[in-house]
């Protein structure tokens, strides 16, 4: 690769239209992707990160260098400013592009790390049984017993069987707990059903005893309730033998008001029929009038109009019959 020291005179050329800097870029390209390495082998990790870190180191110099030629030439900082960039992005793009291999094995490592932990933790939690049974415990020992720590854990063999004995000792002693808990609850159990007969018992004795008492009670009452029946049927029969009088006595009363009231209205009615009579037949005699002497008043004006007077009877016959269309008489 190019001598740190000529590194200064490569920026500016553009000025002459010279692309030095894209030349040492290209040859850095070329070079380092010239270079072949097996990232499966320590040997090929350790070219490949070695040679990672030489690119990163001419990226910096390069800038570096774009930097001090900066500061001579003010007058072109924009494309010095350009050469840095180029530099820096080519650069890096090469490095990320060379290192790119290790770079995936890195990260397979650490999912491999990452999923051994997590097999850890899983193992770990096993032992946490929250409120189980000794059943539910059993069978999660019996499955940790059961589980095979081998090769495949690599480096984190050793982890996984102190995390499988830290597990195992954590249920036997939580199965310990959980059977002790257990056989107290059933003991305590047994005690409050045994309780719970004993104080069943009382209450049946108790209940009997209420009984007896209530029917002693009931059979008390219930001759005082005949007693007061009887007395109440007395009172009663007494009471409706005075109510039946004085509804006797209220409907003849009652039939006779009936009778003078019919009476009444029977004369009110004949004598309201002689009144609408007599209206009547005057709102005729009144109709009647107030026609003849419209009548009259119009044959008078058919009359003075010229018309024969028996004429215009007929016409005003014929009008107030319909018999001319269009023509009314107004009353």
């Known amino acids: 690769m190019t001598q740190r020291e000529d590194l200064p005179q490569l920026f500016g050329k553009r000025i002459e239209n010279q692309a030095a800097i894209e030349e040492v870029i290209s040859k850095i390209e070329t070079e380092s992707r010239s270079i072949t390495f097996d990232i499966d082998t320590k040997d090929g990790q350790a070219t490949c990160r070695s040679l990672a870190a030489k690119i990163a180191s001419a990226k910096s110099a390069l800038d570096k260098a774009g930097k001090a030629k900066k500061d001579e030439y003010t007058?072109?900082?924009?494309?010095?400013?350009?050469?840095?960039?180029?530099?820096?992005?080519?650069?890096?793009?090469?490095?990320?592009?060379?290192?790119?291999?290790?770079?995936?094995?890195?990260?397979?490592?650490?999912?491999?790390?990452?999923?051994?932990?997590?097999?850890?933790?899983?193992?770990?939690?096993?032992?946490?049984?929250?409120?189980?049974?000794?059943?539910?415990?059993?069978?999660?020992?019996?499955?940790?017993?059961?589980?095979?720590?081998?090769?495949?854990?690599q480096e984190y063999k050793s982890q996984a069987l102190e995390a499988k004995d830290f597990a195992l000792k954590a249920l036997r002693s939580q199965l310990a707990e959980t059977k002790q808990r257990e056989d107290e609850q059933a003991e305590l159990a047994r005690l409050r059903a045994e309780q719970a007969h004993r104080e069943q018992q009382e209450r049946e004795e108790r209940i009997a005893r209420e009984a007896t008492a209530k029917a002693k009670a009931d059979a008390e009452r219930q001759a005082q309730q005949v007693a007061q029946e009887a007395e109440r049927k007395e009172r009663e029969a007494k009471e409706r033998e005075a109510r039946l009088i004085a509804e006797k006595e209220a409907s003849e009363l009652r039939a006779k008001q009936q009778a003078i009231d019919a009476a009444k209205r029977e004369r009110d009615a004949i004598e309201a029929e002689r009144l609408e009579a007599e209206r009547l037949e005057a709102k005729r005699q009144a109709n009647k009038k107030h026609r003849d002497a419209i009548f009259i008043a119009a044959k008078d004006d058919l009359v003075a109009g010229g018309v024969d007077e028996e004429v215009a009877k007929q016409v005003i016959k014929l009008i107030h019959t319909n018999k001319i269309s269009n023509v009314t008489i107004k009353f």
Request: avoid cysteine.
């Open 75 to 153: 007058v072109t900082t924009k494309l010095i400013d350009a050469d840095r960039n180029l530099a820096k992005s080519r650069l890096q793009a090469l490095q990320d592009e060379i290192r790119q291999p290790l770079t995936e094995l890195e990260q397979r490592e650490a999912q491999r790390k990452a999923q051994h932990e997590a097999n850890l933790d899983e193992m770990v939690d096993l032992s946490a049984l929250v409120g189980a049974d000794s059943s539910a415990i059993s069978e999660r020992l019996t499955a940790l017993q059961d589980k095979v720590i081998g090769d495949d854990w």
